[in-house]
């Protein structure tokens, strides 16, 4: 009779710690992609714009140390003050509109019953367009000879407007197009949240004789308060950036009207003689501005959370 192969010892099962270290190392190496493009796409271009506000450099030749010099540069521009301001108009008007408008719109979207999956699709539309198309489609709404803004106007007996081309409209002309370009997006996320919130709870509402208004201010916002405080964040950030808009439509007019700050920062890199280290200094401004409201924003949610 054949002889009887020895048993093979039996493996003990992994411990509790090494299949833990099993289990992050496993995760670690899935986040190692998205952790390389998020060092090679931001974080890099970052630490590289503060060294470069305090160079003189063209991107070419050796930069040369100026140290505070590019931001007093930028400070002493005339337009320097103009564009801190319009930025700030800009991220007011576009809060006001661009962060109720959407809210509202999804509040009346969750109250439908009928035909709700297709004005979804309607109002998120235009995020899908390329955001030149979207600029270039406004722009020739605002024509004001055959612009179909101004064609509204006529045929209704109304004086036309010169949208672009006045210091009174050319601003808020900007942040129309904004809003519209980028509401779809909002209406989405506060939907989404809106369809989170217990039926109950309204229910218990409208019990109490709550009205639509009272139920929204009692129960609609307070239990969304966390999302609206996370775009309000947000919205802060990108309408404190916008550049797309002035660039395409006015190229900061008339008489200085629409410069932003991400549209001066343009200016000092690419027209006034490739002073990238103005530029820089002045995206370093920008971004400590911006890491301040991000700070405070999350300051509130953890507040929010407790």
């Known amino acids: 009779m054949p002889a009887k192969r020895p048993a093979r010892p039996r493996r003990r099962p992994p411990t509790r710690k090494k299949r833990t270290v099993r289990t992050n190392l496993t995760a670690y190496g899935f986040l190692c992609a998205a952790l390389f493009c998020f060092a090679l796409f931001a974080w890099w271009p970052m ?3 503060i060294i470069m506000s305090f160079q003189e450099t063209n991107l070419v030749d050796e930069p040369k140390w ?22 700030f108009v800009f991220s007011g008007l576009a809060l006001l509109c ?72 050319a601003l808020i002309s900007l942040v129309i197009v904004s809003t519209w370009m980028n509401m779809g997006a909002g209406v989405l996320i506060y939907l989404a949240a809106l369809q989170n919130i217990p039926g109950e ?6 019990l109490d004789g709550a009205g639509i208004f009272k139920r929204i201010w009692n ?37 200085n009207a629409t410069v932003t700050v991400a549209y001066l920062m343009y200016q000092y890199a690419f027209r ?28 509130l949610t953890r507040d929010e959370k407790r």
């Open 47 to 49: 630490i590289r714009q």
């Open 201 to 206: 709870l309204y229910e218990a509402a409208e």
């Open 98 to 169: 661009g962060y109720l408008i959407p809210f509202t719109v999804a509040i009346v979207l969750n109250e439908l019953r009928h035909a709700r999956a297709y004005l979804r699709f309607v109002v998120y539309l235009p995020v899908m367009l390329p955001p030149i198309v979207s600029v270039l489609l406004f722009k020739w709404f605002y024509d004001p000879g055959p612009g179909l803004f101004n064609a509204v106007l006529d045929g209704v007996g109304l004086p036309t407007l010169q949208w672009l081309d006045s210091t009174d409209t």
């Open 219 to 255: 129960v609609t916002i307070p239990q969304t308060r966390l999302i609206l405080l996370l775009m309000l964040m947000l919205q802060i950030v990108a309408t404190m950036q916008v550049f797309i808009e002035p660039y395409m439509l006015t190229e900061g007019g008339p008489e």
């Open 272 to 299: 006034f003689g490739g002073n990238y280290g103005a530029g820089s200094a002045l995206g370093v401004m920008l971004m400590i501005v911006l890491l301040v409201v991000a700070a405070v924003q999350l300051r």
């Open 66 to 87: 100026v140290g505070l010099d590019n931001f007093r540069t930028v400070v002493e521009d005339p337009a320097f003050g103009q564009a801190w301001k319009n930025t």
